[in-house]
C-alpha cells in the first residue's frame, strides 16, 4: 500500500492503529547489514541490552505457547536493525486531494484486474461470500489496494523488522505482540521464517495482515493444511473475508459506500461520520443519485460524507463503510476503497466536480492546525494533513463562525481564526 504502498505514503497512514503502519521502499542494491541499537533504544526496557531484551519476549513467547523448536528456527532471523526503526521515526505523510489519491489507485485498470481476479478465483469468492457475507468486490478492492494482487507484498525480513520495532519505545508493547503472533505463524507450519517478507512495518501476505490478524484471522482455503497468504489465492480470499466479517463486523446484505449528489442548501453540519439519518430523510433534505433518481424512500441509515467539502465528490456511507475505516482510519484511503469496491462491482466512475476544489497550502492547513489547538481542540499530529481529528475540528469552527460546516478547511475560516476576514467562495457554485 511499487504503485499501491508508495502512493499511499502520500496521506495520513494509519493501517490499524496509531502504531501501525505500512509503507514500501525500494529493493536495495544489496543486502542491509543491521546496525546496532540506539542507546535510546533501551530507555523503556529499564537499561536492558536487546539480547536481554529479546531473551525476555522469548519467554513470553514460550509462555504463549510457543514451541523452543520454533524458537531455535526462527533466532538467526530474531536481529535489531536500527535502520527500520530510523525509517519508523522518519516517515513522512503529505496531504493530497481525494480525487488524485482516488484517480491513481482506483483507476479503470485497477478496477478491470479486480474483476478478473474475481473470475479467476470464482470459486473461492463465491465460497467466501457464503460463509462471511463479504461481496468479491470489497475483497478485491483490498488485495488490489494493498499489493496489487500480490505483485508489491514488500521485500523485508518480517521478524527482523518486527522485532526492532519491539525493543524501539514508539510502540514496543505492540510490536511485541506482533513479534510473538510471527512465531505462532511459523509453530503451526503455516510460513517458515525465512518465507516471511513484507514491509518494514511487519506486514505479511497480499492483503498485508500484521502476524496478530494473520494468527486470528487466516483460514486454509485451498485444503493444502497451511494457511499461506503470500502464495495462495484462495487462502487470501477466505482470510480477508473472514476477518472483514468477523474482525471488522461486515453487515451481510447491506451496501457499504453509493456515490450521490446533494444540494447546495443541504444542512451541512449534518454531512458528518457521525451522523446517521434514514435514507428517506437524505432524500427530503435533497440528496439523489448522481443521475437525478431518488433515493430509496427506507429506513437504511446512512451518513454524508464529503471527503473535499460541498464542491467535491459526495457519498452515502452505510453502516459497512465502518469497516473501511477501521481497516485503515485514512478517510482518503477508506473512502478509495470503498469507491474501488462499488467500480469493481458495476458502479460508474464519479463524477467530476463542476470547478477546482482550493485546497489550503500545506503551510496554511498547519496554521490553521495550530489555531485548532489554541482552540482547545485535539487534531493530533500538527503534520498539516486533514486526518478525522482535524475534520472534526474545522467542521466545530464553521458552526462557531457562521460557514458552512462540511468540515473543509478554507481561505474563510482560517481568516476568521486568525481574527481577520476573506472572501467567501461564491455561494451558487454547485457540484
Known sequence: MLLTRYAIATIALAAYSSCAFAQFAPPPAKPAVP???????????????FDRFLADVKQQ???????????????????????????????????????????????????????????????????????????????????GLESDFGANMGNLPTLKSLVSLAYDCRCSEMFVNETIAAL???????????????????????????????????????GDGRRDLLRSGADVIGSTANYIANGLKWRRGEPWLEEIKVPPNLPWDKTDLNVREPRSIWAQLGVTYPDGRPLPNDNLAASVLLPMGRFGPAFMAYPNFAAYTEWNNSLIYSTTAGYLASRIAGAPPMRKPTAPVAQLPFNELKELQQLLVRAGFNVGKIDGVLGQQSRAAVKAMQIKHGLPADSWPT?????????????????GIVR
Open 35 to 49: 546496525k546496532a541499537p540506539s542507546p535510546r533504544a533501551a530507555s523503556c526496557h529499564n537499561g536492558a541490552s
Open 61 to 143: 513467547a514460550m509462555a504463549a505457547g510457543v514451541s523452543q523448536r520454533t524458537i531455535a528456527e526462527a533466532s538467526p532471523y530474531l536481529i535489531y536493525d536500527q535502520g527500520i526503526v530510523n525509517r519508523d521515526r522518519g516517515q513522512r505523510v503529505f496531504g493530497q486531494l481525494f480525487t488524485e489519491f482516488a484517480g491513481r489507485m482506483a483507476a479503470p485498470y485497477r478496477m478491470q484486474n479486480g474483476q478478473q481476479h474475481i473470475k479467476q478465483y470464482a470459486a473461492a469468492f463465491a465460497r467466501a461470500e457464503k460463509e462471511y457475507g463479504v461481496p468479491p468486490a470489497v475483497i478485491a478492492a483490498f488485495w
Open 184 to 222: 505462532k505463524i511459523i509453530d503451526r507450519g503455516d510460513l517458515h521464517p525465512d518465507e516471511m517478507i513484507g514491509s518494514w512495518a511487519g506486514e505479511l501476505g497480499q492483503t498485508q495482515f500484521l502476524p496478530v490478524h494473520y494468527v486470528n484471522y487466516a483460514v486454509d482455503y485451498d
Open 411 to 427: 481561505t474563510e475560516l482560517l481568516a476568521r481564526m486568525r481574527g481577520g476576514t476573506a472572501q467567501a467562495q461564491p455561494a
